[in-house]
């Protein structure tokens, strides 16, 4: 996912890119092709690009332990600059500063990292995943187990005991 800047004209130029997970070394959950829309303002000392990431991943639920496919989209920014002098004012978890002699810039490390930010910290196959039955260990997405529903813990027993005196 290479762009060429060097001859680049100012103004906005878009890319387009699909490439296989493995390009950018994605691990197995993905298989199916990152497509990344790219538009890339030139200015006199800076390259602002901004970039829409689309790909699918194969996960398994936090609750119910299900394999399910989640898409992904993610959004990022990132302001190239030759001298950090150049990125006044501008968000620095966002600017890269490279050298005046830079021909390209490759962007699929920032897209594999963006990829994997994109992936939630909980995952769940649905919102209202039901997740496992603590008994049975049955997929309750599935239907009911069968099990009691009145399930007290142990070392709640001595205040209900106090409760039931009262």
């Excluded at 950090?84 to 978890?93: H, I, P, R, S, T």
């Amino acid at each position: 996912m290479k762009i060429n800047i060097s001859n680049l004209s100012e103004g906005v130029h878009e890319y387009d890119f699909e490439e296989t997970p493995s390009t950018i070394e994605l691990d197995e959950r993905f298989s199916k092709p990152v497509v990344v829309k790219v538009e890339l303002e030139k200015r006199r000392r800076q390259l602002f690009l901004t970039a829409h990431v689309k790909t699918s991943g194969r996960f398994v639920c936090d609750r119910c332990l299900e394999d399910f496919d989640r898409d992904l989209e993610q959004d990022y920014r990132m302001t190239y600059v030759y001298e950090m002098n150049d990125a006044e004012g501008l968000d620095q978890d966002e600017v890269t500063v490279i050298h005046a002699s830079t021909n390209e810039i490759d962007i699929a490390e920032d897209v594999r990292d963006y990829i994997f930010l994109s992936v939630p910290m909980k995952l769940l196959c649905k919102d209202d995943c039901a997740g496992l039955c603590r008994k049975c260990g049955k997929n309750l997405n599935r239907g009911p187990c069968g099990c009691p529903t009145e399930d007290t813990d142990p070392r709640w027993e001595k205040l209900k005991q106090i409760m039931n005196k009262n």
